[in-house]
């Protein structure tokens, strides 16, 4: 019986040794989770960061880029006036250019008949 008896209690001393190297080890686990945890926070508070960071500036790059389209609108739009008022201009200056040219022509008839009649007018006063 004190054979069992050693027996039992060297069982019993190794399964202690084991519950402490087995507490040990989920104590030491427990450690490294913890430590996990706290990287895989810091990590997210990071990211976080970062994609606020990157959502303030795609805004700012949003809004810049619609101001500028906006001002391209305006523009196109100055320059399709401006290019209905030069039409407008040019036609007006070519309907001008055209009476001008017309006028010119009615005065070059008219010097041409003035020039035959006084040209005439000398020959009938040399004749006589």
Request: proline content about 0%.
């Amino acid at each position: 019986m004190k054979r069992e008896t050693e027996k039992l209690e060297k069982e019993e001393d190794a399964m202690r040794t084991t519950m402490k190297s087995l507490r040990r080890q989920i104590h030491e686990e427990s450690t490294i989770i913890t430590m996990l945890d706290k990287h895989l926070d810091n990590d997210q508070r990071e990211l976080d960061s970062l994609n606020e960071a990157e959502t303030i500036e795609a805004t700012e790059v949003t809004t810049e880029l619609q101001t500028k389209v906006d001002t391209l609108t305006d523009n196109v739009n100055k320059l399709e006036i401006n290019d209905v008022k030069t039409k407008e201009s040019l036609g007006s200056f070519k309907h001008n250019l055209l009476e001008v040219n017309e006028n010119y022509v009615k005065d070059i008839d008219q010097l041409v008949h003035a020039k035959t009649s006084i040209s005439n007018q000398h020959e009938q006063a040399s004749v006589r």
